[in-house]
């Protein structure tokens, strides 16, 4: 099963910031979460990743909580280009299984006019 | 350009008829690994692979194979393809552990 946990869905007018929320609970202590998002059925495009520390490039920024069982994806201005589904993941970690990557059915989000 | 890139985009063949889908990266990338998607499942990783000549398992590897003879290409092989593999493939390579992820553009395969 997958590691995290998004809402199925959520809309957002344009310009405005959109906030994504993911629950990872069940996170080690030296996983990695990271975004992605796929536009239609495009090859999904890495957004931003993080440890523990607030995150921020060009896309977008990371909000990791304290605790680390949650984190926030936030596009600060949203566009019709934002229109996509986004992918919550962490990295497995373990000797023998860190390549292995579990993708939930992530969070439709549409941004509107 | 930095790139994965995946053979074929599409494809229809027939149940049983073996057939293979290409991946190069050309990023010299050590992991790669391969995922379908499917309505309402999200991506399922099939198999991946940390470097040449290493491979496993992911969630759903019935029906299919795998081999990393060089570092650039990791070809997803069917077998015996049955209509149950119907499904949008993609490819992705990244640098290690934290790297992130280069997705190729997919592979629509359609098996009848």
């Known amino acids: 099963d997958a590691k995290t946990t998004q809402p199925p869905s959520m809309d957002c007018a344009e310009g405005r910031a959109a906030n994504l929320p993911c629950n990872h609970s069940?996170?080690?202590?030296?996983?990695?979460v990271y975004w992605y998002r796929q536009i239609h059925s495009q090859g999904p495009q890495y957004i931003i990743h993080?440890?523990?520390n607030n995150e921020t490039n060009e896309m977008a920024s990371l909000i990791i909580t304290e605790d680390r069982k949650s984190s926030t994806l936030i596009l600060p201005h949203a566009t019709l280009r934002d229109t996509a589904v986004y992918y919550c993941?962490?990295?497995?970690?373990?000797?023998?299984?860190?390549?292995?990557?579990?993708f939930g059915a992530g969070t439709q989000v549409v941004v509107t006019p | 350009e930095a790139q994965v890139t995946q053979n074929p985009r599409y494809l229809i063949t027939v149940t049983g008829k073996k057939l293979t889908v290409t991946c190069s990266q050309n990023?010299?990338?050590?992991?790669m690994s391969w995922y379908r998607q499917d309505p309402g499942l999200g991506l399922r990783q099939i198999y991946y692979s940390m470097n040449v000549e290493v491979t496993d398992k992911g969630d759903v590897p019935e029906g299919y194979k795998v081999s990393r003879k060089e570092k650039r290409n990791f070809p997803l092989i069917l077998e015996s393809p049955s209509p149950n593999q119907t499904s949008l493939y993609f490819c992705a390579s990244s640098f290690g552990y934290t790297g992130e992820l280069f997705f190729g553009e997919g592979s629509r395969l359609t098996v009848l």
């Open positions: 993080g440890l523990k």
């Open positions: 990023m010299n990338h050590e992991y």
């Open positions: 069940t996170i080690s202590g030296n996983e990695y």
């Open positions: 993941i962490v990295r497995v970690l373990g000797a023998d299984s860190w390549g292995k990557l579990q």
